[in-house]
């Protein structure tokens, strides 16, 4: 009989689990999704200028190679359209039942008890295997800065931006200078009167050699045979076989480091800017920024790049040591909470054991898929899983396999979990390739936990990857009866 399957989450992870069941014949899955449309991160993050610092070809599934991208380097708008024709396509749109939070899911008797909250109240419905795929990047994080509540002007953070709020002539104030500020700023700078951007750490940037595909390319990529393929794989092993190495400390974390430098030197004329956005840890730490027009945003005479530690939030602005900046409007670039997986779900395993109490110094998962205690229960860009040189889908198609693999041995042999002897070996072979990354170099970021353990990232090849989840999974797996 086939499984029933709870997918969490309607993002490009979710999605592609479903579209995997679809072709694999298995219908008997439901998709929850909170929000009032699919997409995740592509639905939320819709501030002017968002897009993808990886290139169309590569971001997308392997299976649906879409010929229409008009861009080298995709914006939010045709990315989320691409999820949306690649639900109609397989026929996963009728699955999604949207505006249904999942605020629980129980093992109890060999299956997951699965508790939703919609607008027709609550209800509890019982599955084979549930797959999380809430993602990373999916709450926003507000600063911890004083004052946020007494501001008497606009504000908002930038993954909920307000679109019915109109930044011309305005005076305006961004906190943050991660990737979504850097793509934002330029855009908010030629509408607004004024922009204070609130950096606290700079950021190694270089750039992004963006590109139109007009017809012709478009065409060619349609029609001409292997083109698609071998473009992909072209930027595929180009990520691999030059990012990579820079973030393990290898051979090109000088390359990276001089190409950001001369960028810097290109972009940024007045030597004192440049001071200013010159990082002092090795690049790669903290996420780099891949864009071309974040740099030259800052020399603009309306764009002022703040330095000094921000004291509080004040009614009329944004308060340092050095002044007061009064502004009418204030973004919040601040990023994600990104380290507290499934939160705010409760998630209850075999025995009665609470997932967040067992990842209460840290999430870790086998694979970043499956935890000891936890029958049935797989997660999509689960812990150790994000990328900071490579495509992310490309690990979610990992994790979909291995999750493949998995459904015929538990239906098999009842519910099974992850042995707590692999989860051991896998936590051995993370801190081993841990330790030489670049992420511990002394720098924060929403790589890691406070006190500093990388929680988010996967450090190896992504080639390695692929070969350790391709793998059968039996040998790591056990079956654990009804629990
Ligand atoms: P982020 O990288 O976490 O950046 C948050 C920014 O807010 C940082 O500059 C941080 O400063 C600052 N900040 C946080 N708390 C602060 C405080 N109390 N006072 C002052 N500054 C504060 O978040 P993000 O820019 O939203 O990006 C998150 C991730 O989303 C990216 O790294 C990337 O993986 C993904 N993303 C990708 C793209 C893409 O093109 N693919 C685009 C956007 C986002 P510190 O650095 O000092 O902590």
């Known amino acids: 009989m086939a499984p029933r399957v709870a997918i969490i989450g309607a993002g490009f992870g979710g999605l592609c689990m479903a579209i995997r069941l679809e072709k694999a014949g298995i219908r008997t899955y439901s998709v929850f999704e909170k929000a009032d449309d699919l997409g995740g991160t592509w639905r939320d993050n819709t501030y002017p200028g968002a897009g993808c610092d990886i290139p169309s070809h590569l971001y997308s599934y392997s299976f649906e190679k879409y010929t229409s991208w008009t861009r080298r380097y995709p914006e939010q708008p045709e990315i989320l359209g691409y999820l949306h024709h690649c639900a109609d396509k397989y026929g996963v749109r009728r699955k999604i039942r949207l505006r249904t939070e999942v605020r629980r899911a129980v093992f109890e008797g060999g299956a997951w008890h699965v508790t939703t909250s919609s607008a027709d109240g609550a209800r509890t419905e019982t599955f084979d295997v549930v797959v999380m795929a809430v993602g990373q990047l999916n709450r926003p994080r507000l600063p911890d800065i004083s004052g946020i509540e007494d501001f008497e002007g606009v504000s908002f953070h930038s993954a909920r931006w307000n679109h019915d709020h109109d930044l011309t002539g305005r005076r305006v104030a961004v906190i943050g200078t991660g990737s979504s500020a850097a793509q934002l700023v330029p855009r908010v700078a030629e509408r607004a009167a004024h922009l204070y951007l609130f950096q606290r750490t700079p950021n190694w940037v270089i750039p992004k050699p963006d590109a139109v595909f007009g017809p012709v390319a478009r065409l060619a990529f349609r029609f001409v045979p292997g083109l698609q393929r071998a473009y992909r794989e072209w930027i595929y092993r180009y990520a691999e076989g030059t990012l990579y190495p820079a973030l393990a400390r290898g051979w090109s974390e000088g390359l990276l480091r ?126 150790n899983t994000n990328l900071g040189h490579n495509s992310i889908v490309f690990m979610i198609e990992c994790q979909v396999a291995h999750i493949m693999a998995c459904l015929p041995y538990l239906g098999r042999s009842g519910p099974i979990e992850v042995r707590p002897e692999a989860m051991a070996a896998w936590r051995r072979q993370l801190d081993a390739a841990m330790s030489r990354m670049v992420w511990g170099a002394g720098c924060r970021s929403w790589y890691k936990t406070a006190d500093g353990r990388v929680t988010n990232n996967w450090p190896g090849p992504t080639t390695l990857y692929r070969r350790l989840t391709a793998r059968p999974p039996e040998p790591a797996y056990q079956p654990v009866g009804a629990g």
């Not at 330095?307 to 939030?313: E, F, K, L, M």
């Not at 990104?338 to 705010?344: A, K």
């Open 258 to 383: 001089q190409r950001a430098l001369r960028h810097l030197r290109d972009q940024v004329p007045d030597p004192g800017l440049r001071a200013k956005l010159t990082p002092d840890y090795p690049p790669g730490c903290k996420r780099v920024i891949i864009d071309s027009s974040f740099y030259p945003a800052l020399s603009r005479p309306n764009v002022s790049l703040v330095t000094d530690p921000i004291a509080r939030i004040t009614p009329k602005g944004v308060e340092t040591g050095a002044g007061t900046y009064e502004v009418d409007t204030i973004v919040y670039a601040t990023g994600f909470k990104s380290t507290e997986f499934l939160t705010p779900m409760e998630v209850i395993g075999r025995e009665g054991r609470s997932l967040h109490e067992r990842w209460k110094d840290g999430a870790e998962a086998y694979l970043g898929i499956s935890v000891p205690g936890f029958p049935n229960l797989f997660m999509l860009y689960g812990p």
